[in-house]
């Protein structure tokens, strides 16, 4: 098996060097012949499909933590603020930056880079609204919370909470916005009690200039500072995902319909789907309409080179259960019972160590390279992992060897690119 797959590796050109998104292979396919006939499926597998099927997704979850989760007028400043690079540091960097709408809001980058290189792979945000739990780690439990990290760490946004407020406050378009949205902005130009940057970052300067804060004065910061993530999760809340090749191909199989069945995939994409559910595992974690658990797993992904072992998810919860914009704390808009850590308490952190969240499959094919740090340029390399089941870095692998074939994995391959569709809302929201 592995000299088959080091075979495959020379003929697919999977060497490190290259771009991460020209690099990809066009994979061989099957030509669609008139009298091939679609597969029958027993009744298991016709339920599987079905829990798969983007008509199984239920209606977006209300977020009770967030009062404007569903206001257009906020979706409409939370996508304003998106794409303005005016929130960062250097004036340069937007969420866009990383969160690209071409590349299914990601960016073909192992790593993200904005001011400057992060430790973490960028993952889509479509369908994000879904989740309960933020960030590969987990650490945050809410979108709006999400949105408030990337602003003030140093590599990503690099500004700070009051900057922002103060953009917030002086433009005249953004005030009114949010004025309409939240009430009035307090008095915050007496630049002595409002500094022009001072938050709790690394930067000396600004955190020194935010602990010289009154209690009070942060307190009306932080409130400006968390509505501003609410906006900004009320615009990616319309980001979600449209039908498939793959959506049309089992509702066609569910309602009988032969003719489009016998078009919507090619018989190496069905192949390929007939591994996904079953020898291959893979809906042992990547199951429902979004292809995930929203779970974490640790499946023994390897160190990124040049970065210290990451503890994944043990660490995660740790932050999430001291930050203060988290759905119990004093910003969130939600009574505690309704809070995700209460209703699904997480585990112990011990077991959760190396464990990263598990991710949507949906558009895979456009969000190479993978894992929680890029570590994997194309999916064959993917498919290599857990063929190999590899032991873990930090704490045990939940993995086995699949013992997947050379063949196989390019048919595995094939039925992942039947995933990739069009975002599920009109162009006027993909754009600044």
């Not at 969420?95 to 993200?112: K, M, N, V, Y």
């Not at 007496?190 to 020194?208: M, W």
């Not at 209460?342 to 190396?354: I, T, Y």
């Amino acid at each position: 098996m592995k000299a088959a797959w080091l075979l495959l590796l020379v003929l697919l050109g999977a060497a490190c060097a290259g771009p991460p998104p020209e690099a990809t292979p066009t994979l061989p396919t099957i030509t669609q012949t008139e009298d091939f006939t679609p597969p029958d499926w027993s009744a298991a597998e016709l339920d599987t499909l079905r829990s798969l099927w983007i008509g199984s997704l239920p209606s977006l979850p209300p977020d009770p933590s967030n009062r404007v989760a569903d206001n257009p007028d906020a979706a409409r400043l939370g996508k304003q603020i998106f794409f303005d690079p005016r929130f960062s540091g250097n004036g340069q960097i937007s969420c866009a930056t990383c969160h690209q709408p071409e590349r299914a809001f990601t960016d073909g980058l192992p790593r993200a880079q904005a001011i400057g290189q992060t430790e973490r792979n960028t993952p889509t945000i479509i369908g994000a609204a879904y989740n309960d739990w933020f960030f590969w780690d987990g650490r945050k439990d809410s979108q709006w919370s999400q949105a408030l990290s990337p602003l003030e760490t140093a590599v990503e946004h690099g500004g700070t909470r009051s900057q922002y407020a103060h953009i917030l406050a002086e433009d005249p378009d953004y005030r009114a916005a949010y004025e309409r949205l939240f009430g009035p902005l307090p008095d915050i130009s007496d630049r002595s009690r409002f500094p022009d940057a001072a938050g709790p970052v690394d930067d000396a300067a600004a955190a020194a200039a935010w602990e010289g804060m009154t209690p009070a004065d942060q307190d009306a910061i932080n409130r400006i500072f968390a509505n501003m993530g609410k906006a900004i999760a009320a615009y990616e809340r319309k980001l979600l995902p449209g039908p498939s090749r793959f959506d049309r191909y089992v509702e066609a199989v569910l309602t009988g319909d032969t003719a489009v069945a016998q078009t919507a995939l090619t018989p190496d994409e069905i192949t390929g789907l007939r591994i996904f559910i079953g020898f291959g595992l893979c809906t042992d974690c990547h199951n429902g309409p979004l292809f995930t658990n929203n779970e974490f797993r640790n499946i023994g992904v390897p160190t990124a080179a040049g970065l210290p072992v990451d503890p994944g998810r043990s660490r995660g919860l740790q932050q999430l259960l001291a930050d203060p914009f988290n759905c119990l704390g004093p910003y969130s808009d939600a009574d505690p019972a309704g809070c995700a850590i209460q209703q699904n308490p997480p585990e112990d952190p011990d077991e959760l160590a190396g464990a990263f969240k598990v991710p949507t499959l949906r558009n895979v094919a456009q969000t190479a390279p993978y894992m929680h740090s890029g570590q994997y340029r194309d999916l064959q390399e993917v498919f290599i992992h857990y063929d190999r089941a590899p032991v873990a870095p930090l704490g045990q692998t939940a993995i086995i060897p699949i013992n997947i074939t050379v063949d196989e994995a390019i048919q595995l391959e094939a039925f992942l690119r039947s995933l990739s569709s069009e975002t599920a809302v009109s162009e006027e929201w993909l754009r600044p």
